[in-house]
């Protein structure tokens, strides 16, 4: 087991409440283990928003396109410390100011490893500069691309076997906020009762 394997996630109930701990392999085993995740969208001053490809040696969706980064904060972090540290981890990108947009609980099963994703998972978006400067570790990140989001919900209907299956989700709620003018600093409470359970988007 490597060590990102054994490190400890928060376990959580359906609204979000704390339930306990578990080590990352434990919660990912079948049948899964609800727990805290984020998901972090890097968006452009065009709106164009960063994927990555993650690397080969992943073991849930490997080389599949996802959002910018995603991770789980260990029990008791907050979520703007344990994203900004998985942005310099997998990224090497400076801490960046987030601001939740949605939260979204899903349940996707890994066919090609076994394992699944059950995660209560923040969107969290960070507006960055055209020229950001991103160096990806290789052990996280296969590539890297930017693309429009509405673009994108296209092209995950028309091949969504080349993407992570919480990648929708996640765009979706970027792009309903977009549409509301809404989003919280990171930290407040955010309430999203669209949960999707079926391994899809």
Same mark, same amino acid.
């Given at each position: 087991? !490597?060590?990102?394997?054994?490190?400890?996630?928060?376990?959580?109930?359906?609204?979000?409440?704390?339930?306990?701990?578990?080590?990352?392999? =434990?919660?990912?085993?079948?049948?899964?283990?609800?727990?805290?995740?984020?998901?972090?969208?890097?968006?452009?001053?065009?709106?164009?928003?960063?994927?990555?490809?993650?690397?080969?040696?992943? &073991?849930?969706?490997?080389?599949?396109?996802?959002?910018? +980064? +995603?991770?789980?904060?260990?029990?008791?972090? !907050?979520?703007?410390?344990? =994203?900004?540290?998985?942005?310099?981890?997998?990224?090497?990108?400076?801490?960046?100011?987030?601001?939740?947009?949605?939260? #979204?609980? #899903? #349940?996707?099963?890994?066919?090609?490893?076994?394992?699944?994703?059950?995660?209560?998972?923040?969107?969290?978006?960070?507006?960055?500069?055209?020229?950001?400067?991103?160096?990806?570790?290789?052990?996280?990140?296969?590539?890297?691309?930017?693309?429009?989001?509405? $673009?994108?919900?296209?092209?995950?209907?028309?091949?969504?076997?080349? #993407?992570?299956?919480?990648?929708?989700?996640?765009?979706?709620?970027?792009? $309903?906020?977009?549409?509301?003018?809404?989003?919280?600093?990171?930290? &407040?409470?955010?309430?999203?009762?669209?949960?999707? $359970?079926?391994?899809?988007?």
């Amino acid at each position: 087991m !490597s060590a990102r394997e054994a490190h400890l996630v928060e376990l959580v109930d359906d609204g979000g409440q704390p339930l306990g701990e578990a080590t990352v392999s =434990a919660a990912h085993r079948p049948p899964g283990r609800l727990h805290r995740a984020f998901s972090v969208l890097l968006v452009a001053p065009d709106g164009r928003v960063l994927l990555q490809r993650r690397a080969a040696v992943k &073991t849930r969706f490997p080389l599949r396109w996802a959002n910018s +980064c +995603c991770g789980h904060p260990a029990p008791g972090e !907050s979520l703007a410390e344990a =994203a900004n540290r998985r942005l310099g981890e997998e990224l090497g990108a400076a801490p960046v100011t987030l601001t939740e947009v949605g939260v #979204y609980v #899903y #349940y996707a099963e890994d066919p090609a490893t076994g394992r699944v994703e059950f995660e209560y998972d923040h969107v969290l978006r960070a507006d960055v500069p055209a020229d950001v400067t991103v160096l990806p570790d290789p052990d996280e990140v296969a590539e890297l691309r930017w693309v429009d989001p509405v $673009r994108l919900m296209s092209e995950i209907d028309a091949d969504p076997r080349a #993407y992570a299956p919480w990648l929708g989700g996640v765009v979706s709620r970027l792009l $309903r906020s977009a549409d509301a003018g809404s989003g919280k600093p990171v930290g &407040t409470p955010a309430h999203d009762d669209a949960s999707e $359970r079926s391994g899809g988007r």
